[in-house]
């Protein structure tokens, strides 16, 4: 089944992905004039962004976990 998008979610989902309200009118106006490869390639980019922030954020993860393993046998 192909669902379809509005508007009013395209909106939505740009607000929740922190865009600001010029980027919001801008993309909001490609999909009401069927622009649809500049907001796929907008979105992209977000994605790419949001990824290498959560490998960065992994990193940290590990790097804590590593000190708390070694606190713990140092402890021992």
Known sequence: MIQTLTKDDIQKSLQDLGCSP???QE???D???HQFQFLFRYL???RFEILDEVHQKQK??????????TLKNIQD
Do not use: S
Not at 60 to 69: A, M, N, S
């Open 60 to 69: 940290k993860i590990d790097h804590l976990d590593y000190l708390i393993y």
């Open 44 to 46: 992209q980019k977000k």
């Open 31 to 33: 999909f009401e004039n």
């Open 27 to 29: 993309l909001v106006d």
């Open 22 to 24: 010029k980027q919001i």
